[in-house]
T-cell receptor
């Protein structure tokens, strides 16, 4: 089955700096890669996603890149703000796995003002 | 759009009792709903997948007789924790998808904090 590894587990940056979180996956059949932001005591919120036919996607300060050959994808947050502090999860979904998501272990991002 | 609600947001129950958690898709029809549990500082663990009108598919190690899932309509799925014990205390989260062949977006509910005393 699919295995997703996420790094780093914790990340602390100064406000205004960029943050990068990386994930690798194992199943070459995976073709959808969402990123979620989870604040304490709340459910995950989809912040950006990318499909396997695209190499990069950007939405304001957030971007995701995908390298299918290397089986890794990354989340980039620019001009970080204290409200970006949260736990971020990557996930991979394979067309052969009934739409089930395999999640990374999460990255706790702290943006210091 | 794509709003998923859960009720209740928090519940405290006594050991041995049953608790029902509802998951609703408010503005779309959810052909598939997923139920997860999440322990503190850990990732989401998939418990089961439910498709409207059919029996849920449980992940390995999840007791189907303890965690009863019903997906009777395209907007409602329920998870009932039967004979709850303190070790069932956790954060339960549902997600809903209107996945067609090429769409896999899942929209998560706000979660339900279950505490069994």
């Amino acid at each position: 089955g699919e295995n997703v590894e996420q790094h780093p587990s914790t990340l602390s940056v100064q406000e205004g700096d960029s943050a990068v979180i990386k994930c690798t996956y194992s199943d070459s059949a995976s073709n959808y890669f969402p990123w979620y932001k989870q604040e304490l005591g709340k459910g995950p919120q989809l912040i950006i996603d990318i499909r396997s036919n695209v190499g990069e996607k950007k939405d304001q300060r957030i971007a995701v890149t995908l390298n299918k050959t290397a089986k890794h994808f990354s989340l980039h947050i620019t001009e970080t703000q204290p409200e970006d502090s949260a736990v971020y999860f990557c996930a991979a979904i394979s067309r052969t796995n009934a739409g089930k998501s395999t999640f990374g272990d999460g990255t706790t991002l702290t943006v210091k003002p | 759009g794509a709003v998923v609600s859960q009720h209740p947001s928090r519940v405290i129950c006594k050991s041995g009792t049953s608790v029902k958690i509802e998951c609703r898709s408010l503005d779309f029809q959810a052909t598939t709903m997923f139920w997860y549990r999440q322990f503190p500082k850990q990732s989401l663990m998939l418990m089961a997948t439910s498709n409207e009108g059919s029996k849920a598919t449980y992940e390995q190690g999840v007791e189907k007789d303890k965690f009863l899932i019903n997906h009777a309509s395209l907007t409602l799925s329920t998870l009932t924790v039967t004979s709850a014990h303190p070790e069932d205390s956790s954060f339960y989260i549902c997600s809903a998808s209107d996945s067609g062949v090429s769409s896999y977006e899942q929209y998560f509910g706000p979660g339900t904090r279950l505490t069994v005393t």
